[in-house]
């Protein structure tokens, strides 16, 4: 665990702020690519002094906004068709219930729960939701969910255990 953390820290400090960007961009696309990957250790980073807590968070949710607005523009511009050819009838339905009852306040509650994170700008992008509305709402979620992990990284710093314990129980939070 030890080497691939290095490998994390070593790769996330070399590319920088972009780089935080492009894999945040990849998280909340389609692509499975965890958040907690990249801010924890980018968070650490700060705490050692080598990037800037508050522009880690930043590039963090643009990137995570500029992912959602990929997923929102496929769904608008290709329709159901086009994802039902990447995902499965049943997820493509899970989360048109889960957006259809919880309205377009879904896409910032969303933000906030693993599974559903990376994918619900695209019932948003079906359903037309209004392009300001889901910037906003989408960039509240995000900003949560980065500030979050980016602060357990600077707060919790090397203990590598104290990360997975309070990893593991602000996810059963967020859940609940």
Same mark, same amino acid.
């Given at each position: %665990? ?8 070593? $790769? ?8 935080? *960007? ?5 998280? $909340?696309? =389609?692509?499975?690519?965890? &958040? !907690? #990957?990249? %801010?924890?250790?980018?968070?650490? /980073?700060?705490?050692? @002094?080598? %990037? ?6 930043? $590039?963090? #949710? ?15 511009? =290709?329709?159901?068709?086009?994802? /039902? ?6 997820? #493509?339905?899970?989360?048109?219930? =889960?957006? !259809?009852?919880?309205?377009?306040? $879904? +896409?910032?509650? @969303?933000?906030? /729960? ?7 700008? =695209? ?14 709402? +989408?960039?509240? @979620?995000?900003?949560?969910?980065? &500030? ?6 600077? *707060?919790? @710093? ?19």
């Amino acid at each position: %665990m030890h080497e691939i953390i290095n490998y994390l820290l070593n $790769s996330i400090g070399n590319l920088g702020y972009i780089g935080i *960007f492009l894999l945040m961009f990849l998280e $909340s696309s =389609f692509f499975p690519f965890p &958040s !907690e #990957v990249v %801010m924890i250790p980018a968070g650490y /980073l700060a705490y050692k @002094g080598d %990037m800037d807590l508050s522009l880690v968070i930043l $590039s963090g #949710v643009i990137g995570s906004l500029a992912g959602a607005w990929f997923n929102y523009i496929l769904a608008h511009k =290709f329709g159901r068709k086009f994802l /039902l050819k990447i995902f499965n009838e049943k997820k #493509v339905k899970k989360l048109d219930d =889960f957006f !259809e009852k919880h309205g377009h306040i $879904s +896409t910032f509650t @969303g933000r906030l /729960l693993p599974g559903i994170r990376q994918y619900i700008s =695209f019932p948003a992008g079906l359903a037309k939701m209004d392009k300001l509305k889901f910037t906003i709402y +989408t960039t509240f @979620g995000t900003l949560i969910w980065v &500030s979050i992990l980016a602060l357990l990284g600077y *707060f919790i @710093g090397e203990n590598q255990k104290l990360i997975h314990q309070y990893l593991k129980e602000i996810t059963i939070i967020v859940f609940i």
